[in-house]
């Protein structure tokens, strides 16, 4: 079936470094979401990417979408302890955009 | 209502029980959705319902899922002859356009024991 795979699984950082999430699908996708979830939350809209090659930015947080519609990555500079959560990319496999496939998500922790 | 509202919160049943979860979206939301997520994993789709039709009920593991949505706004997740393998967090989420980002509801923590 449809697939979303996302890499890495777990991530640790210091306060103040990179973190970046990938993910990819084998089969070109008509749109990618990105969501957030804090630790015992639900997972929380971040952005949609449509476009091929497009390039979204919400303060530090930086979102591409593969010029084969089939990755996405997430981008976040100099994180934050606020930053911890999962971050799940989930992607849409028709025109209609329905029915949201999610990848396993990457669970980012933050030391200070 | 502000957000999507799931209830119960959290519901503990003995296997071979029937259940049913309610899910209230936003007002105006035409779109809801049904997915599940155990611990460690993504959100699993389940149903998608535009109004009152399921649009798309290929997540349903087998048959004793079933889901409706009868005025097109609350819908109700109903699982017959729940086993130990049910239990996970049950998700629903709605939006007033399928290709915009979904609100999620706080979901109904479902354990079978």
């Known amino acids: 079936g449809q697939q979303v795979m996302q890499i890495p699984q777990y991530q640790h950082v210091q306060e103040g470094e990179d973190f970046t999430t990938y993910c990819n699908s084998s089969?070109?996708?008509?749109?990618i979401q990105w969501y957030k979830q804090r630790p015992g939350g639900h997972p929380v809209f971040l952005i949609q990417?449509?476009?091929?090659?497009e390039v979204k930015k919400q303060k530090r947080l930086t979102f591409q979408f593969g010029e084969a519609k089939k990755n996405s990555s997430l981008h976040i500079t100099a994180t934050q302890t606020t930053d911890v959560g999962t971050y799940f990319c989930?992607?849409?496999?028709?025109?209609?955009?329905?029915?949201?496939?999610f990848g396993k998500g990457t669970t980012l922790s933050v030391s200070s | 209502g502000a957000g999507v509202s799931q209830t119960p919160s959290n519901k503990v049943t003995e296997k071979g029980k029937y259940v049913e979860l309610r899910c209230d979206p936003i007002?105006?939301?035409?779109?809801l959705y049904w997915y599940r997520q155990s611990l460690g994993q993504g959100p699993e789709f389940l149903i998608y319902?535009?109004?009152?039709?399921?649009?798309?009920d290929s997540g349903l593991p087998n048959d004793r899922f079933f889901a409706v949505r009868p005025e097109g706004s609350v819908s109700t997740l109903k699982i017959q002859r729940t086993e130990r393998g049910d239990s996970a967090v049950y998700l629903c989420?709605?939006?007033?356009?399928?290709?915009?980002?979904?609100?999620f509801g706080s979901g109904t923590r479902l354990t079978v024991v």
């Open positions: 007002s105006g939301h035409t779109a």
């Open positions: 319902f535009q109004g009152t039709g399921a649009a798309d």
């Open positions: 989420a709605s939006s007033f356009d399928p290709n915009y980002g979904y609100t």
């Open positions: 990417l449509v476009k091929s090659g």
């Open positions: 089969t070109t996708l008509s749109n």
């Open positions: 989930a992607g849409s496999f028709n025109q209609a955009g329905t029915a949201l496939i």
